[in-house]
């Protein structure tokens, strides 16, 4: 398996604890990865973007110039972002965005919406991470769960914890 994803969204939305997570997942499960976190001199509300590439052998590049997978936090990035993804691939967006893009398969996850009716709004992130398990068996949840007490603990890691499972049960619909 060899995956290259891009996550991107505004600061405050969660988007390098997502890749964060991500990263260490794939370390537990054996395989290698490159993680590459960027975001801009805003702290809330500025771009932030990460860049995680998987795969079961060597790792030539943590460049990711044409994205398989493209996670959106932000759905109004979908114009900047979207055109990178290789042809064929996959857009996971958050939010009421009902539009795709031509050649790609564009993922709908109710990731804020979900996570603010739970009463864990910031948690949202975690609910795109549990979706974009589900629907690509990237990472397994048990190995998403066991990342998530190294990072975290009590109540936070509880609510983390049933955002993840939120996302996992719930899953993305195709638009």
């Known amino acids: 398996m ?3 994803v891009l996550v991107a969204g ?5 988007v390098l604890i997502f890749g964060t997570v991500l990263a260490q997942v794939v370390v537990r499960e054996g395989r290698e990865v490159s993680y590459f976190p960027s975001y801009g001199a805003e702290v809330r509300g500025g771009l932030s973007q990460c860049s995680v590439v998987v795969s079961d052998g060597e790792i030539a590049s943590p460049i990711v110039e044409e994205p398989d997978l493209l996670v959106l936090m932000d ?3 979908l114009e900047k972002f979207g055109p990178w993804v290789r042809p064929g691939g996959r857009i996971f967006l958050d939010g009421k ?4 893009l031509e050649g790609r398969i564009c993922m ?5 919406g979900l996570a603010s009716e739970r009463g864990v709004p ?3 992130n975690m609910v795109m991470l549990g979706a974009l398990a589900r629907e ?7 190995s998403l769960e066991e990342a998530l007490e ?3 603990e009590g109540e936070v890691l509880e609510a983390n914890r049933k955002a993840l499972r939120l996302g996992y049960e719930t899953g993305a619909r195709k638009l």
């Open 2 to 4: 060899h995956a290259e």
């Open 10 to 14: 505004r600061g405050g939305q969660g």
């Open 75 to 77: 759905p109004g990035l």
């Open 97 to 100: 965005v009902r539009r795709g």
């Open 108 to 112: 709908y996850v109710r990731a804020s």
């Open 122 to 124: 910031r948690a949202a």
């Open 136 to 142: 690509t068996g990237i990472v397994r949840l048990a």
């Open 150 to 152: 190294m990072l975290h």
